[in-house]
């Protein structure tokens, strides 16, 4: 599974940017997608997953309400921000997890820039 993230940008809080990630490659026992942020001085952290199966999705507490995941038919996630907060300023990475039963392999993008302004 190949990954590749794009939408990041400068924006001013308040306001909205949509990240996008092309998925590539074979999605055999692929069973959730989502997307992870890691801003400065941070360890890593999930900010939304979406399951395959079901398109059930969950968010970190500090986006719920502001943040939608999502998916076409195709082979595009999307994360929509909206009104966004300087707190949210980090690299964003879409993600992808393949099943195997008693392991997961998780498959990463390459990141993309999310700056807020206040």
């Known amino acids: 599974v190949q990954l590749q993230a794009s939408g990041g940008g400068l924006v001013q809080a308040g306001g909205s940017l949509r990240l996008s990630c092309v998925i590539s490659g074979s999605l055999f026992n692929v069973d959730a997608m989502g997307w992870y942020r890691q801003g400065p001085g941070k360890q890593r952290e999930m900010v939304a997953i979406?399951?395959?199966?079901?398109?059930?999705t969950n968010y970190t507490t500090p986006v719920k309400g502001r943040f939608t995941i999502s998916r076409d038919n195709g082979n595009h996630l999307y994360l929509q921000m909206n009104s966004l907060k300087p707190e949210d300023t980090a690299v964003y990475y879409c993600?992808?997890?393949?099943?195997?039963?008693?392991?997961?392999?998780?498959?990463w993008g390459q990141g993309t820039q999310v700056t807020v302004s206040s």
């Open positions: 993600y992808a997890r393949r099943n195997w039963g008693n392991w997961n392999t998780a498959f």
């Open positions: 979406l399951s395959t199966d079901s398109d059930s």
